[in-house]
């Protein structure tokens, strides 16, 4: 459980883990589908509707609760703490997007998008009441760059919703992004996804 910690948010790569692992590939492969099976692990799939580039098709992996994965994952000298923060702030934004949508029976199935020069967005959600694209920042400052995975996504789908969630609390619309604090978008989630 605890190298499966280093994956959280992270694109599986089960031969690299089994080499951290020193075990076989298909014994890691089985390891993640127990913890799927107990409901303590997820896997994400990647969105490829309609897919105009090429993209990354591994899964990417959440255990079910932030406080599950902050209490599991290690932290020594040679991390660094962002990237621990930010991947205990996707699971965090991941946790309350399936608990509305399951809630509110809105029926949006759950997805990322990765193409394969890497650019990325974290949540993908599809489904009757539309596309909704949201790229999950830890810092509490916005660059350029953070941008992106939703730019290119919007070339491929223009008619996707797209939120940017950060660290910080400012609300603006930049470039055809809504940009929103992690505390409001959290908030209202569920006039978000409605």
């Known amino acids: 459980m605890e190298v499966a910690s280093f994956s959280q948010g992270g694109v599986l790569n089960y031969t690299e883990i089994a080499r951290e692992a020193s075990i076989d590939r298909m014994v890691v492969m089985h390891y993640f589908d127990i913890l799927e099976d107990l409901l303590v692990g997820s896997r994400l799939p990647v969105f490829t509707k309609k897919a105009k580039r090429r993209l990354v098709m591994h899964h990417k992996f959440y255990y079910f609760d932030v406080g599950v994965y902050r209490a599991i994952r290690p932290i020594g000298p040679l991390d660094m703490p962002e990237s621990v923060s930010g991947a205990a702030m996707e699971t965090l934004v991941l ?19 990765r193409t394969s020069n890497k650019a990325e967005v974290d949540f993908v959600l599809y489904g009757e009441k539309g596309l909704i694209a949201i790229e999950v920042k830890c810092s509490s400052r916005l660059t350029s760059g953070m941008f992106r995975g939703l730019k290119s996504f919007k070339a491929d789908y223009p008619m996707a919703k797209s939120y940017l969630v950060y660290g910080g609390d400012r609300k603006e619309y930049r470039d055809d992004v809504q ?6 978008f959290l908030q209202t989630l569920s006039k978000i996804l409605k």
């Open 95 to 113: 946790q309350e997007l399936r608990a509305v949508n399951d809630a509110l029976d809105l029926g949006y199935e759950i997805y990322y998008w």
């Open 179 to 184: 940009v929103m604090g992690a505390q409001e």
